[in-house]
């Protein structure tokens, strides 16, 4: 076995030990709640991750993705008549498909014409779903109906928390199985130097591209879920602080790290519900939070603390 | 008629925005021959071969490569076909193990062939082997520019661009980096080789052309390019 197999082993491993502890050690409605939220936002962390850590590009517009999803899931049913489930996957692919379009003539070019362009697609998805009022309900949201598989109608908090855990897992098996394969050696070569990616056969700009849409794929995914799970979409899933949470959740984790962008996703998730108190300053805490990060352990958590033990071990 | 060389170039034109870089260059490499670029810094060199392996876009000019055009090529495909360069500064990924750059570097070949060509850069390079699992960035000097060559080699290249292989060595690293490009000769790799180090670079080759901003100012055998008294003066210190 070599040693990549058997860090993937160990990481799905203490995810899936992970997904059934919890439950016992917080039984509640709510805490269930909180952790399915903490699975769907690391889906979505997971994509950036690949994008930022792997590849070195940069979406400031992520919640844009995150939110084609959710509203597919809404708009489906509404407007259309489909099974919530079948419209989800309809955005999913609808958020991949735009990825492929906005990143290829940019993704040709070098530096970070990326994090410009996705700010502006976020910006324009949140201001369509604002005021396209007839369409999406506008400011006051949208319902989304209850999801129903083969006569048997999905609720509950455990069933939602076991649904989005195993969502979870395949989605790390995924980017884990892609971060180790040909294409994540290509890629984390073109985030070094693009031009010996180059020259070493890589096509940079497919490749940029391939990850971006997996991002994209991710987001798009992880906004359908919580569409399901709340079963209500506002606005407020297209912001740009949205963006801005995702990728703090991935570089708080420690970027190209997969189980650090799931590190990250479960804090930025869960501290907001601890400080409640502190709600009014939460975006004053995130930016602060940052900042100590950079200052202090600029590589993440789970890169610093990983370096910190195998440091500890040598001494 | 004699058989059409490897590589073709005609007229080539390139450079960086406004400024032309190389103004109009003929040349060829034979297959199996060692040809040395010499000049001055600035003459266009590197410029030159980043045109050839296709990382510069042409002005104007052809290339054309075991008989085929390749000037509308991206850097990859023309990897496919054996156009392969060892980047000036080695550009190594750092963060990345010496076996992860040297597999990088058999991207457009096939896993079966990976391990068989592994085997070879690390009976060229012992040192590459022990290290193998370091990052590329904590090699010294000379270990990184056999990790450059290897990672080039592990796309089996028919014509391998050799950029400065010498630079920031030390002298005995210099002669054994040399010693190493006579070698890939003798394994059937034909060479093109930009060389500041002019005097050594025309001794190993079998020709050279000297290149004065951005035109090609003398031609012929090393030999008689070293001999060449107004070589000598101006471009080997002699």
Redo the contacts between chains.
């Keep these: 076995m070599t040693p990549a197999t058997r860090s993937k082993i160990a990481l799905l491993g203490t995810l899936a030990v992970l997904l059934l502890v919890v439950p016992l050690l917080f039984p509640s409605a709510f805490h269930l709640r909180v952790a399915a939220l903490v699975w769907i936002n690391a889906i979505a962390a997971l994509g950036l991750a690949l994008l930022m850590g792997l590849a070195g590009q940069v979406s400031l517009g992520h919640a844009g993705f995150l939110a084609i999803g959710a509203y597919a899931t809404a708009l489906g049913p509404r407007h259309l008549g489909l099974d919530p489930l079948l419209s989800m996957l309809a955005g999913v692919f609808a958020a991949g498909i735009l990825a492929f379009l906005v990143g290829r003539p940019i993704l040709r070019l070098k530096g970070h014409y990326l994090a410009v362009a996705t700010l502006g697609l976020g910006i324009l998805v949140h201001l369509v779903v604002v005021s396209e009022v007839a369409i999406t309900g506008g400011p006051d949201g949208i319902q989304v109906p209850r999801l129903v598989l083969f006569g048997w109608r999905v609720v509950g908090p455990e069933i939602w928390y076991a649904i989005t855990g195993v969502v979870l897992l395949l989605a790390t098996w995924i980017a884990l199985n892609l971060e180790d394969s040909s294409t994540g050696r290509a890629l984390r070569a073109l985030h070094d130097s693009e031009i010996a990616a180059a020259v070493a056969g890589i096509d940079v700009a497919r490749h940029k591209l391939l990850v971006f849409v997996v991002a994209a794929v991710y987001a798009a995914l992880a906004g359908g879920l919580l569409a399901l799970l709340n079963r209500f979409v506002t606005p407020d899933v297209a912001s740009f602080l949205r963006s801005i949470e995702l990728v703090t959740m991935v570089v708080i984790g420690g970027m190209g790290s997969i189980a650090g962008a799931i590190v990250g996703a479960a804090l930025l998730t869960v501290l907001p519900q601890l400080l409640t108190f502190f709600h009014d300053y939460e975006h004053a805490v995130l930016g602060l939070a940052i900042v100590l990060f950079m200052v202090f352990l600029r590589q993440g958590i789970v890169p610093g603390l990983a370096g910190l033990f195998a440091r500890g071990r040598r001494a | 008629m004699p058989p059409e060389p490897l590589l073709s170039v005609r007229g080539l034109r390139c450079g960086y925005g406004r400024i032309e870089a190389v103004k109009g260059v003929d040349l060829e490499v034979a297959e199996g021959e060692i040809v040395a670029l010499v000049g001055a810094n600035g003459a266009g060199k590197t410029s030159l071969l980043r045109a050839i392996?296709?990382?510069l876009p042409l002005f104007s000019g052809s290339i054309r490569f075991a008989g085929e055009a390749i000037e509308g090529l991206?850097?990859?495909e023309r990897?496919?076909r054996g156009i392969?360069?060892v980047?000036e500064g080695r550009?190594?990924?750092?963060?990345?193990s010496v076996l992860?750059n040297l597999?990088?570097?058999a991207?457009?070949r096939g896993r079966a062939r990976t391990d068989e060509n592994l085997e070879r850069v690390f009976a060229l390079f012992p040192r590459l082997a022990e290290r193998r699992h370091l990052p590329a960035g904590a090699l010294s000097g000379g270990e990184q520019q056999m990790c450059a060559i290897g990672?080039?080699l592990m796309?089996e290249p028919r014509l391998l661009l050799l950029d400065e292989p010498s630079m920031g060595l030390a002298p005995f690293l210099v002669d054994e980096i040399l010693a190493t490009v006579a070698r890939l000769r003798a394994q059937g790799v034909t060479i093109l080789l930009v060389e500041q180090n002019a005097v050594a670079a025309l001794a190993l080759a079998d020709r050279g052309y000297v290149l004065e901003t951005g035109r090609i100012a003398h031609s012929g055998s090393g030999r008689a390019l070293l001999d060449d008294p107004a070589v000598r003066a101006a471009y080997l210190g002699i």
């Design positions: 392996s296709g990382v991206a850097p990859f990897v496919a392969v360069q980047p550009q190594l990924f750092a963060p990345l992860d597999r990088l570097g991207f457009r990672r080039a796309a």
